[in-house]
């Protein structure tokens, strides 16, 4: 039973705009939502996380939106670069630094 | 080192054979983990570690799937009696309990043929 889904397996958006990148939750008592980036060969990188206690997290292009009622979050990357084409995967915990829920991740493309 | 690191990057492996993956957490990090992606899913809670004690082992498939930590540091996971379905990348990660988000190794890609 998946608990964090990502409905759109990829994005393809061009360089410059914005990537809008959306996860659905399904476990109420999810706390923290972090959101990972990932090349092909590499390990998840950590890219910026929000708790339950805020609606939104930014830093530097990227801008993270919690919507707690609907169970959603989503990630904003505003412009666009070239060296964001990856795979971005949504992640939810209980408790912080305990073990996450990972969606199945979108691939982002973009376009020069 | 540096980072998390994991060996072998890749493993093959003929079906009903034992292998082990290992884990070098960074220096310092009391918390580690290991996940496994399969092909277009999303990564698999398996086992947390806190020191050498595994308090949560919840996400471990089946009893031929082992894991251990010694020295509050390396980590070991052992798939014995392996079958195609284990195939796989199998993620190790660590943290400090004041972090955000963990860091991951690049993980071993394991192929049971």
């Given at each position: 039973?998946?608990?964090?889904?990502?409905n759109?397996?990829s994005?393809?958006?061009?360089?410059?705009?914005?990537?809008?990148?959306?996860?659905?939750?399904?476990n109420?008592?999810?706390?923290?939502?972090?959101?990972?980036?990932?090349?092909?060969?590499?390990?998840?990188?950590?890219?910026?996380s929000i708790?339950?206690?805020?609606?939104?997290?930014?830093?530097?292009?990227?801008?993270?939106?919690?919507?707690?009622?609907?169970?959603?979050?989503?990630?904003?990357?505003?412009?666009?670069?070239?060296?964001?084409?990856?795979?971005?995967?949504?992640?939810?915990?209980?408790?912080?630094?305990?073990?996450?829920?990972?969606?199945?991740?979108?691939t982002?493309?973009?376009?020069? | 080192?540096?980072?998390?690191?994991?060996?072998?990057?890749?493993?093959?492996?003929?079906?009903?054979?034992?292998?082990?993956?290992?884990?070098?957490p960074?220096?310092?990090?009391?918390?580690?983990?290991?996940?496994r992606?399969?092909?277009?899913?999303?990564?698999?809670?398996?086992?947390?570690?806190?020191?050498?004690?595994?308090?949560?082992?919840?996400g471990?498939?089946?009893?031929?799937?082992?894991?251990?930590?010694?020295?509050?540091?390396?980590?070991?996971?052992?798939?014995?009696?392996?079958?195609?379905?284990?195939?796989?990348?199998?993620?190790?990660?660590?943290?400090?309990?004041?972090?955000?988000?963990?860091?991951?190794?690049?993980?071993?890609r394991?192929?049971?043929?």
């Open positions: 039973d998946q608990q964090v889904k990502q759109s397996p994005l393809s958006v061009q360089e410059g705009r914005i990537s809008i990148l959306n996860c659905d939750y399904t109420s008592m999810f706390d923290y939502f972090l959101w990972y980036k990932k090349y092909p060969a590499e390990g998840p990188t950590f890219l910026i708790s339950s206690i805020k609606d939104k997290n930014e830093d530097g292009r990227f801008t993270v939106f919690l919507n707690k009622s609907a169970k959603h979050l989503s990630l904003h990357i505003v412009p666009s670069q070239p060296g964001d084409s990856a795979v971005y995967f949504c992640a939810a915990s209980e408790v912080k630094d305990y073990k996450l829920s990972f969606g199945a991740g979108t982002v493309t973009v376009r020069a | 080192g540096a980072g998390v690191s994991q060996s072998p990057s890749n493993k093959v492996t003929e079906k009903g054979k034992d292998v082990e993956l290992r884990c070098d960074i220096s310092g990090h009391t918390a580690l983990y290991w996940y992606q399969s092909l277009g899913q999303g990564l698999e809670f398996l086992i947390y570690f806190q020191g050498n004690s595994a308090p949560d082992k919840s471990l498939p089946s009893d031929r799937f082992s894991a251990e930590r010694t020295g509050g540091s390396v980590s070991t996971l052992t798939i014995q009696r392996t079958q195609q379905e284990d195939s796989a990348v199998y993620l190790c990660a660590s943290s400090l309990a004041s972090d955000y988000g963990y860091t991951f190794g690049s993980g071993t394991l192929t049971v043929v």
